[in-house]
């Protein structure tokens, strides 16, 4: 089954086509960032008159690129939710026209989920897809019950997917997401957006001993998340450092960013770890799943690695290749084929809001 995806919850107008899920015949992503990192952030009706912009140049490029006449797609895929109300009209109108004038079923997907299905999503060697605890490429196929981090800019969720269409959600974030954090403690830094990115470049040349910030919730029991005192901690740090009367005070230059850099990623990094690795052996996980755009940071994907081979968990560990972790229109069309649920375009709504049913 081919299965055309549409997304538009942000600032990144994406299309693709996959086949039963997992194999990519086109992509093709347009994105408004540079834009948003003139303003330092996204301001919503710019990225919506983007998605306006680049929409219909995008669908056209995978139908090219795959080939194929349109009478060969079996379905349409779309993002409904959550998002930014004004970029997800764009995608989901456009998908509900295309579904009634070349007459497909339609499946709304939940941008959350979509991000989990990045890690099902084989390119031209499956081999190349997975990647085992000791950094071997794997052909270990992914099994249930999995565990799923979603790490992007607006969620940290920890999810348990019993099955395909059966997720329970373990927790969340209470205040920022990981992301989030790290785009806003970009800024303080003056670093630009986004600032997830900006934050691993500058980690590589930090010491990651300089500054000691909380590593908020990660004794607690529960499976929840907290980063917005994280924040406050650096702009506390950033204050001291800039008063000039303190005998240490350097001013906010390259080696205090770099540091600063270093010790947030590592707390972020050693929270999201704790409680992933906790939730993977209470609910017996047979896989557990990285996805989101901070799931691209390297030395997340690293810090995993040897954390499942110190423990000597007998899990396989998968996470999608890096433009794959970032919003991208392959692992919604991948949702859709696993979670088959088409509606009538009628009854399609796009859904800022959408969390976790
Ligand atoms: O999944 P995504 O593309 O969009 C959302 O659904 O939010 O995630 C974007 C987020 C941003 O906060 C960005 O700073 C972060 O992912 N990000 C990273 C990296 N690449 C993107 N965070 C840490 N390290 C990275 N390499
Ligand atoms: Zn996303």
Same mark, same amino acid.
């Given at each position: 089954?081919?299965?055309?995806?549409?997304?538009?919850?942000?600032?990144?107008?994406?299309? #693709?086509?996959?086949?039963?899920?997992?194999?990519?015949?086109?992509? #093709?992503?347009?994105?408004?960032?540079?834009?948003?990192?003139?303003?330092?952030?996204?301001?919503?009706?710019?990225?919506?008159?983007?998605?306006?912009?680049?929409?219909?140049? =995008?669908?056209?490029?995978?139908?090219?690129?795959?080939?194929?006449?349109?009478?060969?797609?079996? #379905?349409?895929?779309?993002?409904?939710?959550?998002?930014?109300?004004?970029?997800?009209?764009?995608?989901?109108?456009?998908?509900?026209?295309?579904?009634?004038?070349?007459?497909?079923?339609?499946?709304? =997907?939940?941008?959350?989920?979509?991000?989990?299905?990045?890690?099902?999503?084989?390119?031209?060697?499956?081999?190349?897809?997975?990647?085992?605890?000791?950094?071997?490429?794997?052909? =270990?196929?992914?099994?249930?019950?999995?565990?799923?981090?979603?790490?992007? $800019?607006?969620?940290?969720?920890?999810?348990?997917?019993?099955?395909?269409?059966?997720?329970?959600?373990?927790?969340?974030?209470?205040?920022?997401?990981? $992301?989030?954090?790290?785009?806003?403690?970009?800024?303080?830094?003056?670093?630009?957006?986004?600032? /997830?990115?900006?934050?691993?470049?500058?980690?590589?040349?930090?010491?990651?001993?300089?500054?000691?910030?909380?590593?908020?919730?990660?004794?607690?029991?529960?499976?929840?998340?907290?980063?917005?005192?994280?924040?406050?901690?650096?702009?506390?740090? =950033?204050?001291?450092?800039?008063?000039?009367?303190?005998?240490?005070?350097?001013?906010?230059?390259?080696?205090?960013?770099?540091?600063?850099?270093?010790?947030?990623?590592?707390?972020?990094?050693?929270?999201?770890?704790?409680?992933?690795?906790?939730?993977?052996?209470?609910?017996?996980?047979?896989?557990?799943?990285?996805? $989101? /755009?901070?799931?691209?940071?390297?030395?997340?994907?690293?810090?995993?690695?040897?954390?499942?081979?110190?423990?000597?968990?007998?899990?396989?560990?998968?996470?999608?290749?890096?433009?794959?972790?970032?919003?991208?229109? #392959?692992?919604?069309?991948?949702?859709?084929?696993?979670?088959?649920?088409?509606?009538?375009?009628?009854?399609?709504?796009?859904?800022?809001?959408?969390?976790?049913?």
């Amino acid at each position: 089954m081919r299965i055309l995806g549409i997304e538009t919850s942000c600032d990144e107008t994406g299309a #693709a086509i996959v086949e039963d899920g997992t194999k990519l015949i086109s992509n #093709a992503l347009a994105s408004s960032i540079k834009l948003h990192a003139k303003t330092g952030g996204i301001i919503p009706e710019t990225a919506a008159r983007e998605q306006i912009k680049y929409i219909i140049p =995008v669908i056209n490029r995978v139908i090219k690129q795959a080939n194929i006449d349109t009478s060969k797609l079996d #379905a349409i895929a779309v993002t409904v939710g959550p998002g930014l109300l004004g970029s997800l009209l764009v995608g989901v109108e456009t998908a509900k026209t295309l579904s009634y004038v070349w007459d497909k079923p339609i499946i709304p =997907v939940n941008h959350l989920i979509g991000h989990i299905y990045a890690n099902f999503i084989e390119q031209t060697d499956y081999r190349l897809r997975t990647t085992a605890v000791d950094g071997r490429p794997s052909t =270990v196929d992914i099994t249930f019950p999995a565990l799923g981090l979603i790490v992007s $800019g607006g969620h940290t969720d920890l999810v348990l997917l019993k099955n395909h269409g059966r997720i329970k959600w373990l927790g969340g974030t209470r205040d920022d997401a990981a $992301g989030e954090a790290f785009d806003k403690i970009a800024r303080l830094l003056g670093l630009p957006y986004p600032g /997830g990115p900006a934050i691993e470049k500058a980690a590589q040349r930090g010491n990651i001993s300089r500054f000691k910030f909380p590593r908020p919730m990660i004794d607690l029991d529960d499976f929840d998340f907290s980063f917005s005192g994280l924040k406050t901690a650096v702009l506390r740090e =950033v204050k001291t450092i800039e008063q000039p009367a303190l005998s240490r005070a350097e001013g906010l230059n390259n080696r205090a960013i770099n540091d600063i850099a270093a010790s947030v990623q590592q707390v972020v990094i050693d929270v999201l770890v704790a409680k992933t690795i906790k939730a993977a052996k209470q609910f017996e996980a047979k896989s557990i799943l990285l996805g $989101g /755009g901070v799931a691209a940071n390297q030395t997340l994907r690293d810090r995993f690695k040897l954390a499942i081979g110190n423990l000597k968990l007998e899990i396989p560990f998968f996470f999608p290749e890096k433009w794959l972790c970032t919003d991208n229109a #392959a692992m919604i069309a991948s949702a859709a084929f696993f979670n088959y649920k088409p509606l009538e375009w009628k009854k399609i709504t796009a859904n800022p809001q959408l969390y976790f049913d």
